[in-house]
């Protein structure tokens, strides 16, 4: 098996999902429709920094073009943290972490963890 970007980006392909091939490094993105909550239906872009030995590690939260959420960096919670994102000024960056990965999850589990921030934001 593979690891890191190639290994999180095969299994977006797997998905149906066209991951972006112009990002650098460990970066990828691709569109994303949004299934539920406050931006339910609408057609974003979700960028994540992968970690070289995914999928032991899982990225540590999204990248969202365009910006959804105001940017609140003074906030130390996790729910309510969106910083400026370095995939450009378009973007912002969620800090909502994958607690409870156990180190051989799926991107496939992890978009479920993506799919709950949306259905559960404020």
């Known amino acids: 098996m593979a690891e890191g970007r190639a290994e999180f980006e095969h299994q977006l392909r797997e998905l ?4 972006d091939p112009g990002q650098p490094g460990n970066r990828t993105a691709f569109p994303y429709w949004v299934p539920g909550g406050r931006f339910e239906g609408q057609d974003i872009a979700l960028g994540f920094e992968v970690p070289p030995d995914f999928p032991r ?8 073009r365009p910006q959804l ?11 309510y943290k969106v910083d400026a994102s370095n995939f ?6 969620w800090s909502r972490p994958y607690r409870q990965w156990k180190g051989r999850e799926s991107v496939r589990t992890y978009l ?3 799919e709950n921030l949306f259905r559960t934001i404020p």
């Not at 149906?16 to 991951?19: A, K, T």
């Not at 590690?57 to 999204?62: L, Q, R």
């Not at 959420?69 to 919670?77: E, F, G, K, M, Q």
């Open 112 to 114: 479920v963890h993506i």
């Open 69 to 79: 959420l105001p940017v609140s960096t003074s906030n130390p919670l996790h729910p």
């Open 16 to 19: 149906g999902y066209e991951p």
């Open 88 to 93: 450009g000024p378009e973007w912002e960056y």
């Open 57 to 64: 590690t899982p990225p540590p939260g999204p990248h969202v």
